[in-house]
């Protein structure tokens, strides 16, 4: 199974199932869209581990990319427009912004949609902990 880990600032863990929840995108075929890139945000991924080079590399050779799974988490930023998280795709989201690319096609789904995928009892965990998480031993 592979997990999605969420640790927000407040110290907040939400977990989603992140294979089941591509599997579900794959069969429903939930609307997709082009997703702008934010490049600080790839080179985030290096410096708190979220992405394994080795991967990356693998992904890079493919033409073609499933695309990513945002989800709303039912709030609003700043700016008025509503939070996401990225729960599958940071490879490919990294390769997107290695690319120079602006967009990336994506499912951006409503908090209805992937609340059934999202695990409870799984040990709580530190932002610190996290990263120093390797990324092929994420999975519980």
Sequence with gaps: MNVYTFVGDDGENIHI????????????KPEVFWIPLRYELAYDFIRDNVV????IQELAKRKDL???IMVKDGTLGDNGHPNAMLVDGHHRYFIACMCK???IPGYMLEVEQWKPFQLHGIPKMTKEQLVRTPVTKRNY
């Excluded at 199932?17 to 429903?28: F, I, N």
């Excluded at 394994?52 to 991967?55: A, E, H, Q, V």
């Design 17 to 28: 199932d992140s294979e089941a929840l591509r599997v579900w995108c794959m069969l429903t």
């Design 52 to 55: 394994d080079p080795f991967r």
């Design 66 to 68: 499933d695309p990513i």
């Design 101 to 103: 690319m602006e967009v």
